[in-house]
């Protein structure tokens, strides 16, 4: 009956993406029915079969699927899954490896070793950086910044590991104001409150401006910890990282660079001056399931700093047997223990992209963002709000001959609701600079630019519809 059930699921999942292309983007959805479809007689008294239960699962779940994995997603970061990286993903779950250590999953082990190394070679990251398999980029983050945090007070001479915070030299963490919403996250579950953050101004773009981080961190004095950003939600815009680095460097500081999606434009000779002095940071995270397109989730933490990084996460206890001859154990680099084997899916698609299909993925993408800006922007009325340098692209739409700006706004969120409910694509919406923008981020392998003109076709005829 295993067979039976591996085929159909692979049937069920096969007739899905087959699908994903041609389906509504994003249907509506409705909350009690999506319930009521799995809920169906609540907890069975006795089990059902599981070829039934299979059945169920895929018809209660549909009505609920959103095509994020299709070629007109454009809602916040998300990527699709490269074949390679989803087959390698179900290699894993067979699998069933747990990769917290080298005793529990030899090859779970290796393949992140090497990935990691890949990885190194791919963004320009120091040969020695440690590396760590998390969820995404919030666990990347956190675990950055808690090597942070280790390193900054060590060196005043403190052993937070041990004595906590409480008692501590203060910690100063000074972030631009674009700063992601997770560093924020990060730093609450580090006592780092982000109430206690110094926050940079940001220039019309929402890159940190150095001037002023030159004046705070000349404020500064004891532990302080920078935050930068590669890769601005809004505009993909990137810090200024090299003078950033050199001005933390200055000051004692650790500089973390959150690089969730902007980091892979250092796969690319074009792109690669947007993060030029990147290398010289003390910590980066990404993530594998945005731009590189495997299955969520995948996200990556690197630090230049492995003995702080492995002080703040490292477990030990007498049953955790850990490999003699110097073996890689996961659990040393993330806060978790039991983890998925996220390497294998990572492996496969840089094996099949190879650097070179990286880059293409990458400027393909941003080729496609500027192609998307360019056709929305040929309508009178419609403004590009962000110089696209990214793949990210800010659409604001006027009503014809109004300056309007509370109408602007209105119109711009009405709009913003007709392409969701068209479901020819998906976009989101966002606040930029005070006013309402349709946020539109192109990341995903299969993407092409028929799906390109397609999407901006309906979003002008919904713009043209909700004036
Ligand atoms: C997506 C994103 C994050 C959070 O990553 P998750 O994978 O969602 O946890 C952090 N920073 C930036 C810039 C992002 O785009």
Redesign the pocket.
Known sequence: MADEILDRASVLARAFLKDLAEQPVGPPADRDALVAGFEAGGLPATGEDPRQVLERLAAAAEPGLVATAGPRYFG??IGGSLPVALGADWLAAAWDQNAAGWVTSPAAAAVEEVVGGWLKELFGLPANSSVGFV???????FTALAAARHSVLERAGWDVEADGLAGGPPVRVIVGEEA????FAALRMLGLGDRRVTVVPADGQGRMRPDELRRRLAGASGPTIVCA?????NTGAFDPLATVADLAREHGAWLHV?????LWAAASPALRQLVAGVELADSW?T?A??WLNVPH?S?LVFTAHPEPHRAAMAVTAAYLVRGAGGERDNDDWVPEGSRRARGFAVWAALRTLGHDGVRDLVERCCGLARRMADRLEQEPDVEILNHVALNQVLVRFRPPGSGDLAAADALTDRVIKAVQRDGTCWVGGTTWHGRRAMRISVSNWSTSEADIDRSAAAILKCARSAV
């Open positions: 916040f970061v969820t995404g980029g919030t666990m990347a983050n992601h919403a997770t560093i950003q590669a890769g601005n939600v959150d690089g969730a999606f902007g995270a993530d399931h945005k989730d996200g």
